[in-house]
């Protein structure tokens, strides 16, 4: 067996030691009518050259971003990552080591973690992360139910419906369990729509999801919307793309009381949808209601300065029934990804790589102004990394398959998510893509031949 | 040897204008961001993120992780996580073009090998646990149980049982069962354990009634034994109308050789990272893929991963489905590592790989349990929990005490503590991927401890990074991000 240590003379040693007769006698504890009586039906065994043979046939089957240019987006991202995250991350002392439950011997985890938390407030502008969540769907999750477990009565769940469609539906399936409401408002051209948000609030409102750039990649001035909520005595929570934050505004100085991100961009692979980084940041005020680990700074018994997990009396195996959250794990091997990306991009290459996200996007913009069959759909919007695209010749799924033909991943149909947006594509433009990519890209959006009618005609 | 420089934080090793990752030139016209963007949004102040050369990151980062215990480099007896051996060729095979590189929205057809191989794994996952229907969006397990709960009570809502409110747990249960329950608003009520750990039938017969929703039960349990009334216990909850939920923590116990949905059990989650080797990563990421009987099938998350003639689908066409509970498909980088060592143990593999465990753990029980008492008796099945009350009694020494001075002789410390039915509970769980040379090894460190100077053991560990942190002002005071020294 391919991973095992015991020779046949050290298991009968082992046998006489335990005072057994055979390793059946050792499972006399699980009762007959209990037992699986016949193999599992699983094949036999592979090999490392057959296992690596049929994974490469498995994988011959797909077709990657390695291979397709990817101009795909809509919560995950293609960004580069440098080879330094790949050495690091991969060393064992990270990638087999579990939950610093012994600080003396993960003084590597605890540092990492801390060094983690405080790029998060720094880039967030809160005063406190945890080491991190699942990911930013669920993230977002755990900031509701934090603003839900301040007050009884505020039962109500502001968002737009330009949150992520995945985050909305995650949100969908957590409160529908719970006595609390989730009320979607229609985003007015691809942005917040103030008197819509105005009219719903009132005390009954535990929160307002507020999301920087939005799932339509419009950046929006959210100061008056978090004001407003504040004014009502919402929680804000703002979903935020972690990477725009070397550009964009921290959250925390527009007015966010929670912060919450999906960390992918930073250094973590597509692995087609996970494992991601959760990222969770709050004010002071809230860190007693904060779910997940924490590291804290502390110092041992000869005074040498070193970290910890604290706070754990809000965590699940101290509460059980009263903890915060049910959540055990963090991210850990995915935050130490992303510490390290953002010590090698440091303050200046974070915002060199927002930088270039917007320009690049910028340019695909301006490359399809004055197209005859092509329009930004929101166009009153300034875009950061994402924008959407009206087909007029409401064809997005054939141009989709036509790009494929030509090494393209040319973004995501709407459709499956907005009805009235069935005739757009949302195209992402990383810092990776180049001018002759973004071309390309331009060229088959244009030349791909229609079948259908135009939408709006 | 210690490397005391490039082991200060990082943000002291920042230098203002030194750089490490450079892009390339913007090769698109640059205008200015103010141009782009109103200049509310836009930041006025950069990050205070470290400003260092590559080489900075990488020594870091490199000594950093040498402050680490590991599986890599030490032996890790970790009760309740099975810290396993990590196949290496798992984690090029993860990262292998066409796996890698996928991106969650991708069209069906250009997935077509990933889809496969998810839909195998669900296969796999179903034959080991007898239960037929499979999700595998559960990001951990503990989101794993959460999911499932969800699972039941839209089951029971469909059916018109909306006042099963309560969820029964043993008091020896992992804590993330009842915290699962509160998430979506369940009562939980514990269940007491008889003096031998197994679930006390009595008090559950007085506990189970038609409010029952779930009976959240660890089997093997916590104690690493086996409840032997698990059959009686699933009769009596579905006798109420209730469903068994098994917590999957101490799978690698039984892989072939007993399956959950054979003894009773209705709904199930795995820890991959656990039975199926996925590396732990200091805290996550894990996996949580959920088994549950045919007739909770239609409330299982969407989208799964289906086969329509010779196509692999994902559909999320379930109209009484929960919905989603995530982002995206899936830890699939964990699915995909534990579909790698399932394909290379086979299906006698996975069975010999529980009998290996189970021959460690009842080997090193026989060993330790003259040394420090076992309270339940044996054989054991994958890890045992002993006792260090009578050394409480006897030395003054704890639990703790113990935990820390082993990590002097380079192991690591078992799970202390856990379960709270056990006073001083040591819980050890060597896994199959250790040798007898060196469980014989950790005996004889614990033969020594014992015969060490009370103080010389109660001040442990001596030879680490660093001695027992003050935790209580870590929590008194916190200091959870560093702030710059002002000058």
């Known amino acids: 067996m391919a991973y095992l240590f015991n020779t046949a003379d050290d298991q009968r040693e082992m046998l006489r030691a335990i005072g057994a007769a055979s390793i059946e006698d050792l499972f006399a504890g699980v009762p007959t009518d209990c037992r699986l009586d016949r193999p599992l039906a699983i094949p036999a065994p592979l090999s490392e050259a057959e296992l690596t043979r049929h994974m490469m046939h498995l994988a011959n089957r797909n077709q990657g971003t390695s291979e397709l240019v990817c101009f795909l987006g809509g919560g995950a991202y293609d960004h580069f990552i440098p080879a330094v995250v790949d050495a690091l991350a991969s060393r064992g002392e990270f990638f087999t080591s579990y939950t610093p439950y012994q600080p003396e011997v993960s003084q590597g985890n605890l540092q990492v973690m801390f060094e983690y938390e405080t790029m998060v407030c720094e880039l967030t502008g809160m005063d406190v992360s945890n080491a991190s969540l699942y990911d930013g769907a669920s993230a977002c999750v755990e900031a509701v139910l934090l603003s839900l477990s301040i007050s009884e009565t505020r039962r109500r769940v502001i968002v737009s419906d330009s949150l992520h469609p995945e985050y909305r539906q995650s949100l969908a399936t957590y409160l529908s369990f719970l006595n609390a409401e989730l009320i979607t408002l229609p985003a007015k051209a691809g942005q917040w729509d103030q008197a819509a948000l105005k009219a719903a609030l009132n005390d009954s409102v535990a929160c307002v999801v507020l999301s920087q750039p939005n799932f339509f990649g419009v950046v929006e001035d959210l100061a008056p919307m978090a004001d407003m909520a504040k004014e009502a005595g919402a929680v804000v929570v703002a979903v935020v793309d972690v990477l725009s934050l070397g550009l964009l505004e921290s959250p925390g100085a527009w007015g966010a009381d929670v912060v919450v991100a999906e960390g992918q961009s930073l250094g973590v692979p597509l692995q087609y949808g996970g494992p991601y980084l959760g990222i969770m940041a709050c004010r002071e005020s809230l860190v007693r209601r904060m779910p997940g680990r924490i590291a804290g700074q502390t110092t041992d018994s000869s005074g040498t300065r070193c970290w910890v997990l604290t706070l754990q009396t809000r965590e699940q195996h101290i509460r059980r029934d009263k903890a915060t959250s049910n959540i055990c794990t963090n991210q850990g091997l995915l935050a130490l990804r992303a510490t390290i990306y953002l010590s090698l991009l440091g303050p200046v290459g974070l915002q060199e790589t927002a930088a270039q996200c917007a320009w690049k996007t910028a340019y695909l913009r301006d490359a399809l102004s004055g197209n005859d069959r092509w329009e930004v759909a929101f166009p009153q919007g300034s875009h950061w990394r994402e924008v959407v695209l009206r087909d007029r010749a409401n064809d997005v799924e054939l141009v989709v398959e036509h790009a494929r033909h030509h090494g393209l991943l040319a973004g995501l149909p709407l459709g499956r998510w907005y009805p009235v947006l069935s005739d757009c594509l949302l195209v992402a433009v990383t810092e990776k893509r180049t001018r002759g990519e973004i071309d390309q890209l331009v060229d088959v959006l244009i030349n791909t031949p229609s079948l259908t009618e135009p939408a709006h005609a | ?487």
């Open chain 2, 1 to 487: 040897m210690r490397n005391v420089q490039s082991t200060q934080l990082i943000f002291e090793l920042s230098k203002p204008g030194r750089r490490a990752h450079r892009l390339p030139p913007a090769d698109v016209p640059t205008p200015e961001v103010s141009s782009l963007y109103p200049s509310a949004s836009l930041r006025t102040r950069l990050p205070a993120l470290p400003e260092v050369a590559e080489g900075d990151v990488v020594r870091h980062f490199t000594n950093l992780s040498t402050l680490n215990m590991s599986v890599d480099t030490h032996f890790y007896p970790l009760g309740s996580c099975t810290m396993k051996y990590n196949p290496k060729r798992n984690e090029r095979l993860a990262g292998l073009a066409g796996v890698a590189d996928l991106h969650p929205l991708q069209s069906e057809s250009t997935i077509q090998g990933m889809l496969e191989l998810l839909y195998r794994l669900q296969g796999y996952l179903a034959e080991i646990s007898g239960l037929p229907a499979v999700s595998l969006q559960p990001a951990a397990g503990a989101h794993g149980e959460l999911t499932a709960l969800m699972t039941a009570v839209a089951y029971f809502k469909h059916k018109g049982e909306s006042d099963r409110r309560v969820v029964l747990v043993p008091d020896s249960s992992h804590g993330t069962n009842p915290a699962s329950a509160k998430v979506i608003g369940l009562e939980t009520v514990t269940v007491r354990s008889c003096p031998d750990g197994s679930v006390d039938v009595e008090d559950l017969k007085s506990k189970v009634n038609s409010r029952t929703a779930v009976f959240m039960i660890t089997n093997p349990s916590t104690l690493g034994l086996f409840e032997k009334q698990i059959k009686q216990i699933a009769a009596l909850v579905h006798g109420v109308g209730g469903l068994i939920y098994l917590d999957g923590a101490n799978m690698n116990a039984i892989l072939g050789i007993a399956r959950p949905g054979d003894f009773g059990a209705d709904m199930m989650h795995y820890n991959p990272h656990k039975t199926f080797s996925g590396p732990h990563g200091g805290g996550g990421p894990g996996a949580g893929p959920i088994c549950v009987r045919d007739f909770l099938e239609p409330y299982l998350p969407v989208p799964r991963v289906e086969k329509s003639g010779e196509r692999y689908i994902l559909n999320a066409d379930h109209p009484h489905s929960i919905g989603r509970v995530r982002s995206f498909f899936g830890n699939v980088g964990v699915l995909v590592r534990a579909y790698c060592y399932i394909c290379s143990l086979g299906g006698s593999g996975l069975r010999a790989a529980s009998e290996q465990a189970v021959l460690n753990a009842n080997y090193l029980r026989s060993r330790i349990s003259p040394l420090l008492p076992v309270p339940h008796a044996g054989p054991c099945m994958h890890e045992f929990v002993a006792s260090a009350a009578a050394l409480k009694k006897q030395r003054g020494l704890t639990a703790m005490d113990l935990a820390k001075r082993l990590l002097d002789f380079g192991f690591h410390a078992p799970t202390v503590y856990f379960p709270l039915t056990v006073p001083e509970a040591v819980m050890i769980e060597p896994t199959e991927t250790e040798s007898k040379e060196t469980m014989d090894a950790f005996v004889r460190a614990i033969e020594l401890i014992l015969e060490e100077d009370q103080e010389l053991v109660h001040a442990a560990p001596h030879s680490t990074a660093i001695s027992r942190p003050d935790e209580v002002s870590a929590a008194r005071k916190p200091v959870v991000r560093w702030t710059p020294t002002p000058t």
